[in-house]
């Protein structure tokens, strides 16, 4: 069974910082691109930062050289850290495995997701 749980987020003022977790389990995670998504109220889901098996990322235009994405396969766990954070990036906060030829969820099965709040 496919799982996904995500922790880490949290009540943040413009500028700060948080570090997201989310364990995997049900996957072959080590083989798998990973990523981050997030959907902030009255859109849809968006994708926020990729990182590949052999660790090469991606990410949204919106937060590259703010957030970092990683990985350790050996706790089959991927994190987000998100630094200089802005209200525009308050949302709930997903992962998922990533398609490898394009950002697209792998898995039609979430997280209940980390709500994220940036706000003074």
């Known amino acids: 069974q496919v799982q996904f749980v995500e922790s880490g987020g949290g009540l943040v003022q413009p500028g700060g910082s948080l570090r997201l977790s989310c364990a995997a389990s049900?996957?072959?995670?080590?083989?798998?691109?990973m990523g981050w998504y997030r959907q902030a109220p009255g859109n849809q889901r968006e994708f926020v930062a990729r990182i590949t098996s052999n660790g090469l990322t991606n990410y949204a235009d919106s937060v590259k050289g703010r957030f970092t994405i990683s990985r350790d396969n050996a706790k089959n766990t991927v994190y987000l850290q998100m630094n200089s954070l802005k209200p525009d990036d308050t949302a709930v906060y997903y992962c998922?495995?990533?398609?490898?030829?394009?950002?697209?969820?792998?898995?039609?099965?979430w997280g209940q997701g980390t709500q994220v709040t940036v706000s003074s």
């Open positions: 998922n495995a990533v398609r490898a030829t394009n950002n697209l969820p792998l898995y039609g099965s």
């Open positions: 049900g996957i072959s995670f080590s083989f798998l691109p």
